[in-house]
């Protein structure tokens, strides 16, 4: 036969919810991690295209100075000069794409650029309103060509000679070296020179910007990383984290269950210690209580026949009968015999001293209702207990005082059983230096015209009950000076005073 299992089988269903908040903290810490994971390579990118880009701009500007030293030791142009350094820079930084030289002539400005195939070439002349205002020799400026992704950067060498190099700002970045899922611009104020868009897919953007260390090219740089949510959740290390928050959450219930497993039966087996010395001393008690009444009602016969005995043998004496006086005398001496035995019996079983000890009256309630819950839940019993807060001890035989406890109850629960809305209630607390004890229920109660023998020992109003043990409550409740009453209230309403200690 196939027999089919909720899933997940090997997690309780009442642990699912753990498991599920172990695991959505599993993952989120997961994320975290890989978030600042990525928080950090994109720093440690950042730092190191900052640097890159750094030793870039300050080559141009080694360019610069260069290229005008070489200008000014040229009177005339185009000069071979000039051409030789242009040819040799482009050759190993093709980044810069142009280079030329200014001649301002009155309204206009004469262009001659370097580094062609075919040698100088003088291009279209420019408007001096086209040119940056450059004050004194060694002044820069920088413009931005965004519809060429590029830059120019003006020099003034001399008095209306001006160098300008032109940068490919696309050619700065190195882009086949960006790593996938980042997006990079470069811009020159307002400017933007060169932006690359990572077609990637992202659920989170982190971005990070940076300007250039150099003052005569103000580049801004832009760099921004997606997370994906592969990224954040990889498949390869989210589940090896939920199986092993499952296998910790089932570990874990497994210890609960079996820690509990352990109190219930640690508590199980206090029980069965606690019940059995109160049987025991029930059946002790109720031996005593019977022994004492067996007793009590064979002394006054005892003593009759020993008195009689003694009369027949002194009437005897006139007669001298010998038999007579032998079965008198056996008959006085078996009377003392059986006398003696029952005192000895009535003062082993009832004349012990009771153990008195001081307890919190709560631990001692609890303790005897313990013993009663389980067999009153099997019977639907509602037991009601309320137990006042404020502290009381009371010094009692904590035995006796919870075999009282106990008769109570099961007297009261078989007052009820089988009644719809059974219901025993407990209510104690201090009250006037006492230690009240009140134990009702909600059944037929007591006939008013018994209620005054119904602590008389043998006197019991139930078909197979012995009348012991409500006697046997009063006389353990005396011991230790306290009272107990009862009155019909709905049901048999039972009172217990006991002289009450104060707090522990």
């Avoid at 994320?31 to 390579?41: D, H, N, P, T």
């Avoid at 950042?46 to 000014?72: C, N, P, S, Y």
């Avoid at 050759?91 to 062609?116: E, K, L, Q, S």
Wanted: glycine residues 8%.
């Amino acid at each position: 036969m196939t027999r089919y299992f909720p899933f997940p089988r090997f997690i309780p269903l009442g642990s699912l919810s753990i498991w599920l908040a172990t695991a959505v903290l599993a993952v989120a810490l997961l994320a975290a991690f890989q978030y600042r994971s990525g928080l950090a390579q994109l720093s440690d990118w950042t730092r190191g295209t900052d640097t890159f880009l750094a030793e870039k701009l300050a080559q141009h500007d080694a360019h610069m100075t260069a290229l005008a030293a070489v200008i000014r030791m040229s009177p005339t142009e185009p000069s071979a000069s000039v051409q030789g350094l242009v040819e040799s820079i482009t050759a190993f930084y093709p980044r810069v794409t142009d280079i030329a030289t200014i001649h301002i002539d009155g309204a206009n400005a004469h262009v001659i650029a370097y580094g062609r195939p075919q040698g100088p070439t003088v291009e279209a002349d420019l408007s001096i309103g086209d040119l940056p205002k450059l004050g004194k020799p060694g002044e820069t400026a920088v413009r931005p060509i965004p519809e060429r992704h590029a830059y120019d950067i003006y020099k003034l060498v001399e008095a209306g000679r001006l160098l300008r190099l032109r940068i490919n700002a696309a050619a700065l970045l190195a882009t086949d070296n960006v790593p996938p899922g980042y997006s990079v611009s470069l811009s020159l104020g307002d400017a933007v020179l060169f932006s690359r868009v990572s077609d990637q897919a992202s659920i989170v953007d982190v971005k990070s910007s940076l300007s250039a260390s150099n003052p005569g090219q103000p580049l801004h740089l832009s760099i921004s990383e997606g997370f994906s949510l592969g990224e954040l959740f990889p498949f390869s290390l989210v589940l090896p984290l939920l199986l092993g928050s499952a296998a910790a959450v089932w570990f874990g219930v497994q210890y609960r269950n079996a820690r509990r497993e352990k109190r219930r039966q640690e508590r199980r087996a206090t029980l069965l210690e606690q019940e059995t010395r109160l049987a025991h001393a029930g059946r002790v008690n109720a031996l005593g209580e019977m022994a004492s009444g067996i007793a009590h009602e064979l002394t006054q016969p005892i003593a009759a026949i020993l008195s009689q005995s003694q009369a027949a043998r002194r009437a005897l004496t006139l007669d001298r009968t010998d038999i007579l006086e032998q079965a008198l005398d056996a008959n006085i001496r078996e009377a003392k015999r059986a006398g003696d035995i029952l005192g000895r019996m009535r003062a082993y079983i009832s004349g012990a001293e009771a153990r008195i000890e001081r307890v919190a009256l709560s631990e001692a309630l609890h303790g005897a209702l313990r013993l009663v819950e389980a067999d009153l839940a099997q019977q639907a019993i509602a037991l009601d207990v309320v137990i006042a807060d404020a502290p009381c001890v009371v010094a009692i035989d904590l035995i006796s005082f919870q075999q009282v406890i106990h008769n109570l109850i099961r007297n009261a629960a078989d007052a009820v059983s089988g009644q719809p809305d059974a219901r025993i209630t407990l209510r104690a607390g201090p009250q006037n230096a006492q230690a009240i004890i009140v134990i009702a229920d909600n059944g037929p109660g007591i006939d008013a015209n018994l209620l005054d023998r119904i602590f008389e020992p043998f006197f019991t109003t139930k078909p197979d009950g012995m009348g012991l043990g409500l006697p046997l409550c009063v006389r353990l409740i005396e011991k230790v000076d306290g009272t107990i009453d009862v009155r019909n209230h709905g049901g048999a309403c039972f009172t217990i005073r006991l002289p009450a200690g104060g707090a522990a």
